[in-house]
């Protein structure tokens, strides 16, 4: 187990070497108080953790984490000049909108479980770190794009009988009435 820990710790360490706002953020931190930044890092990683078991607000905190970063890096790459980024952050949009669903309907039962969020934050960062085995890429190719493949005939067809349902009401605009 210590060994364990050690090499997460020797991988958060050699992200922090890396230049960046947060890093210099850390290292201003460590220059004031005499801490090294990764455990200042280590620190902040396990309050984040007792606050998603714990705190007031953890499915706000959780909900961030898994929305505020990736919609960052999606702009970002839309910005860019590149597509493969483009369709990274696509595929992670695809995976949290059906995760989304799929917890909208179990809600009920998984606010009880009393590690949920913590779960919750540690399934959407996997979802979405820089790696070629994250969740995005797992979850996608194994689940998502299948159903797509064998259904999408189906979901287009309902698409199109649902979109000419709503234009003949919209044609008809009894639905509206302004006094």
Same mark, same amino acid.
């Given at each position: 187990?210590?060994?364990?820990?050690?090499?997460?710790?020797?991988?958060?360490?050699?992200?922090?070497?890396?230049?960046?706002?947060?890093?210099?953020?850390?290292?201003?931190?460590?220059?004031?108080?005499?801490?090294?930044?990764?455990?200042?890092?280590?620190?902040?990683?396990?309050?984040?953790?007792?606050?998603?078991?714990?705190?007031? $607000?953890?499915?706000?905190?959780?909900?961030? =984490?898994?929305?505020?970063?990736?919609?960052?890096?999606?702009?970002?790459? =839309?910005?860019?000049?590149?597509?493969?980024?483009?369709?990274?952050?696509?595929?992670?949009?695809?995976?949290?909108?059906?995760?989304?669903?799929?917890?909208?309907?179990?809600?009920?039962?998984?606010?009880?479980?009393?590690?949920?969020?913590?779960?919750?934050?540690?399934?959407?960062?996997?979802?979405?770190?820089?790696?070629?085995?994250?969740?995005?890429?797992? =979850?996608?190719?194994?689940?998502?794009?299948?159903?797509?493949?064998?259904?999408? $005939?189906?979901?287009?067809?309902?698409?199109?009988?649902?979109?000419?349902?709503? $234009?003949?009401?919209?044609?008809? $605009?009894?639905?509206?009435?302004?006094?």
């Amino acid at each position: 187990m210590a060994a364990l820990v050690q090499s997460y710790m020797d991988a958060l360490d050699k992200h922090l070497q890396e230049k960046n706002k947060v890093t210099e953020i850390l290292q201003l931190a460590e220059e004031k108080t005499g801490v090294k930044k990764l455990y200042i890092a280590a620190g902040g990683i396990v309050l984040t953790g007792l606050w998603l078991v714990f705190g007031y $607000g953890a499915q706000l905190l959780c909900n961030l =984490i898994g929305f505020v970063y990736p919609a960052y890096a999606s702009v970002k790459a =839309i910005e860019s000049s590149q597509s493969d980024d483009d369709t990274k952050w696509l595929m992670y949009w695809v995976v949290f909108a059906c995760f989304n669903c799929v917890e909208f309907f179990s809600d009920i039962l998984l606010n009880w479980f009393p590690l949920y969020w913590l779960v919750k934050c540690i399934f959407l960062i996997w979802c979405f770190l820089p790696i070629s085995a994250n969740g995005t890429n797992f =979850i996608y190719t194994k689940f998502v794009r299948p159903f797509f493949l064998k259904h999408q $005939g189906a979901i287009d067809n309902t698409l199109n009988k649902v979109g000419n349902i709503a $234009g003949k009401v919209a044609e008809k $605009g009894d639905f509206i009435k302004f006094e």
